[in-house]
Nanobody, 116 residues
């Protein structure tokens, strides 16, 4: 089992920045890909950014150039640096852990609200 705990969400104005963190514990060595999804009621859950154990990054088109995902394998942490935030970035951000085999793991989520 893997436990994922997010932190760093909050309220920010348009154009501002936030940094999300996700701490992983348990069978962390089983995770191939880690990253972030976000969820809004009318859109469901969507990919934001992921990073593989080898450091290969993947981003949704809507966040390219504004968000950066990074991973500290030694400390079992994954980060999401969010810059130039827009109102449409408002969502619950969920930490994601994709194992080499089996079902993915999810954190509880952290709310990000961008006010205009």
């Amino acid at each position: 089992q893997v436990e994922l705990v997010e932190s760093g969400g909050g309220l920010v104005q348009v154009g501002g920045s936030l940094r999300l963190s996700c701490a992983a514990s348990g069978r962390v060595h089983s995770l191939s890909v880690m990253g972030w999804y976000r969820q809004v009621p009318e859109k469901g859950r969507e990919l934001v950014a992921t990073i593989s154990s080898r450091g290969i990054e993947n981003y949704a088109d809507s966040v390219k150039g504004r968000f950066t995902v990074s991973r500290d394998n030694a400390l079992n942490l994954v980060y999401l640096q969010m810059n130039s935030l827009k109102p449409e970035d408002t969502a619950v951000y969920l930490c994601y852990g994709g194992p080499f085999y089996g079902s993915p793991y999810w954190g509880q989520g952290t709310q990000v609200t961008v006010s205009s």
